[in-house]
């Protein structure tokens, strides 16, 4: 089955403990991407990947890094995570930029 | 720079009745579009997508929609509003130069039985 998958789903963390969370995909996509998702603000991109090794920040990525060194996973690290940071999370995945989205199920984060 | 926006923040609708969700966008060449949503506590599924051709085009769940480029528009219908419809909708449209696709805030559906 085609998915996206993100790990932990839920994560309760306080100030400056370093997370990281997974995402992989199985569908061979070149482009992924993180987002997140707060009430009123819709979706803004944090950071994206066109291919392996290749990434780039989106609209929002202070506080944030990732990593792509295989093509099936990019997981977002957040080094000294801060409770502005409290947020749910989306990993997604492409075929290319232009195309539809492959969205994760999404990992809610607090940080106290 | 590519913008997308959804004007409605909530639509509240009876069961069996139409829908229109509206989106309008701001970009520079022909536009690849889509429609997302959003069930409580789930990822975004794509409803339907926009690349070229028919105008109208149809998605799952007897969702369509319409491009119009002269109204900058690809609004969401639904002939009849089912209550598990019930979620939030996102339209988005594909990245150009910019690499990072852009998503509307959202427009929460309501439905009451």
């Known amino acids: 089955e085609a998915q996206v998958t993100q790990n932990p789903r839920y994560l309760i963390t306080v100030t400056g403990k370093k997370l990281t969370v997974t995402c992989s995909q199985n569908?061979?996509?070149?482009?992924m991407s993180w987002y997140r998702q707060d009430p009123g603000l819709g979706l803004r991109q944090i950071y994206y990947s066109m291919n392996v090794e290749v990434t780039d920040k989106g609209d929002v990525p202070e506080g944030y890094k990732v990593s792509r060194k295989e093509k099936r996973n990019f997981p977002l690290i957040l080094e000294s995570p801060s409770p502005n940071q409290t947020s749910l999370y989306f990993c997604?995945?492409?075929?290319?930029?232009?195309?539809?989205?492959?969205f994760g199920p999404g990992t809610r984060l607090t940080v106290t | 720079a590519q913008s997308v926006t959804q004007p409605d923040i909530h639509i509240t609708v009876s069961e069996g009745a139409s829908l229109e969700l509206r989106c309008n966008y701001s970009?520079?060449?022909?536009?690849?579009l889509f429609w997302y949503v959003q069930s409580p506590g789930q990822g975004l599924q794509l409803l339907l997508k926009?690349?070229?051709?028919?105008?109208l085009v149809q998605g799952i769940k007897g969702f369509e929609a319409e491009f119009k480029r002269s109204q900058s528009s690809f609004n969401l219908r639904k002939p009849s509003v089912h209550w598990s419809d019930a979620a939030e909708y996102f339209c988005?449209?594909?990245?150009?130069?910019?690499?990072?696709?852009?998503f509307g805030r959202g427009t929460s559906l309501i439905v009451h039985p």
């Open positions: 569908m061979n996509h070149e482009y």
């Open positions: 988005a449209v594909g990245a150009g130069g910019s690499y990072i696709p852009t």
């Open positions: 997604a995945s492409s075929l290319s930029v232009q195309y539809e989205q492959y």
């Open positions: 970009y520079g060449a022909t536009p690849y």
């Open positions: 926009y690349f070229s051709g028919d105008t």
